[in-house]
């Protein structure tokens, strides 16, 4: 960093750098505000979806999908499956 100071030609690099760093506070808040959203949608899911899947597996709807039994048999599972969508 003290050598972006003293050389003269890279004021604009010194001037990005700064606006990174203060947006990144922000930016962090903004990940874990979209984790917490997350988790408390998976852990819904876990409550209310893996019960009708089980029933549906009972059935024999998911015979040929492995994971789609287990897709939300977890808050972990489920916050996955809600990623990959």
């Keep these: 960093l003290r050598v972006v100071r003293r050389i003269p030609f890279l004021k604009e690099l010194r001037k990005l ?15 874990l505000f979209c984790f917490v959203v997350m988790t408390v949608w998976s852990m819904l899911g876990v409550e209310f979806i893996h019960p009708l899947i089980q029933a549906m597996d009972e059935d024999g709807m998911w015979d040929h999908c492995d994971e789609c039994k287990r897709a939300f048999s977890t808050v972990m599972r489920s916050n996955l499956t809600l990623f990959k969508t």
């Design 17 to 31: 750098m700064m606006m990174f760093a203060s947006c990144l506070k922000t930016l962090l808040w903004s990940f």
